[in-house]
T-cell receptor, first 115, second 112 residues
Framework: ETGVTQTPRHLVMGMTNKKSLKCEQH?????MYWYKQSAKKPLELMFV???????ENNSVPSRFSPECPNSSHLFLHLHTLQPEDSALYLC??????????????FGQGTRLTVV | GQQVMQIPQYQHVQEGEDFTTYCNSS?????IQWYKQRPGGHPVFLIQ?????EVKKQKRLTFQFGEAKKNSSLHITATQTTDVGTYFC????????????FGAGTRLAVHP
């Protein structure tokens, strides 16, 4: 148990569906991340939140919409996805400091399949 | 943009052989981290290197940070089947607050 919990673990959705991924961290960290892991790009940074403020959107299509209501919770809202969006979506948290992001603690991931 | 290049992409070894993965950056890194992801699992932190020329050991794993702080390596001595997985290096992005960039990873297969 890493202290970062993701739900659901598996998700199958159609291209017209709307779904959300949830991440919760119990570590008191101030930064949370969404990463996409696929065969083409093993660990691709999508979004970064610091103190619940989005500080990074790594050119992610608008069909992915993050939400961070507080520093412990992070969501990724999905709508009108494409089959190529099928991947493992990993949430991570860290205790950022002025000299750097600190150590990343990852959740178990959500295996997403778009049909 | 800033990238962290990692080689090789795959490595197949016989159990008992050694294994090394390398991580390179075109810019000086403030620190570098290493993670391991077991098949079907998620990345798990192994170690962080901060000082120029730093060498750290964890049992059969030896981690090095280059003198110029632009490269790093992970060496496993006498691999075991439990070493199977993908090893990632990661480094903070310059000017990117709390932004951690990962290398492409090296997938290690160990044949008994």
């Amino acid at each position: 148990e890493t202290g970062v919990t993701q739900t659901p673990r598996h998700l199958v959705m159609g291209m017209t569906n709307k779904k959300s991924l949830k991440c919760e961290q119990h570590l008191g960290h101030n930064a949370m991340y969404w990463y996409k892991q696929s065969a083409k790009k093993p660990l691709e940074l999508m979004f970064v939140y610091n103190f619940k403020e989005q500080t990074e959107n790594n050119s992610v299509p608008s069909r992915f919409s993050p939400e961070c209501p507080n520093s412990s919770h992070l969501f990724l809202h999905l709508h009108t996805l494409q089959p190529e969006d099928s991947a493992l979506y990993l949430c991570a948290s860290s205790q950022g400091r002025p000299r750097g992001p600190g150590i990343a603690f990852f959740g178990q991931g959500t295996r997403l399949t778009v049909v | 943009g800033q990238q962290v290049m990692q080689i090789p992409q795959y490595q197949h070894v016989q159990e008992g052989e050694d294994f090394t993965t390398y991580c390179n950056s075109s810019t000086t890194l403030s620190n570098i981290q290493w993670y391991k992801q077991r098949p079907g699992g998620h990345p798990v932190f192994l170690i962080q290197l901060v000082k120029s020329g730093e060498v750290k050991k964890q049992k059969r794993l030896t981690f090095q940070f280059g003198e110029a702080k632009k490269n790093s390596s992970l060496h496993i001595t006498a691999t075991q089947t439990t070493d199977v997985g993908t090893y990632f290096c990661a480094a903070p992005l310059r000017g990117g607050y709390n932004k951690l960039i990962f290398g492409a990873g090296t997938r290690l297969a160990v044949h008994p």
